[in-house]
């Protein structure tokens, strides 16, 4: 089992940065895909970023409305993915979401372990 915590969110204005940070608890951190959600008002949940890790290393994998802003990265020895979100816009803002999988996809239902949630709010 995982348990997930995020934190790092908060209010920024259109083209600042955020770093998202997510604690994930359990000895077998390293043996899942880590990603990021995010759900803004009225709308589905929709994947932005994801890693996953083997013996060959790290892959990770981008949302197309993201790529070049945003970079997702962990850590196994301190179980923690980050999110470095630069050049912001108003259309990142909603709730981001941390995730764990054994397997990394785009379909937020697949993944079966959540975190709670962290706002982000960005002012034009």
């Known amino acids: 089992q995982v348990q997930l915590v995020e934190s790092g969110g908060g209010l920024v204005q259109a083209g600042g940065s955020l770093r998202l940070v997510c604690a994930a608890s359990?000895?077998?951190?390293?043996?899942?895909?880590m990603g990021w959600f995010r759900q803004a008002p009225g709308k589905e949940r929709e994947f932005v970023a994801a890693?996953?890790?083997?013996?060959?290393?790290?892959?990770?994998d981008y949302a197309d409305s993201v790529k070049g802003r945003f970079t997702i990265s962990r850590d196994n020895a301190k179980n923690t993915v980050v999110l470095q979100m630069n050049s912001l816009k108003p259309e990142d803002t909603a709730v981001y979401y941390c995730?764990?999988?054994?397997?990394?996809?785009?379909?937020?239902?697949?993944?079966?372990?959540w975190g709670q949630g962290t706002q982000v709010t960005v002012s034009s």
């Open positions: 890693i996953s890790w083997s013996w060959s290393g790290r892959s990770t």
């Open positions: 995730a764990a999988d054994r397997h990394l996809t785009h379909f937020s239902s697949t993944w079966n372990h």
């Open positions: 359990g000895r077998t951190f390293s043996s899942y895909a």
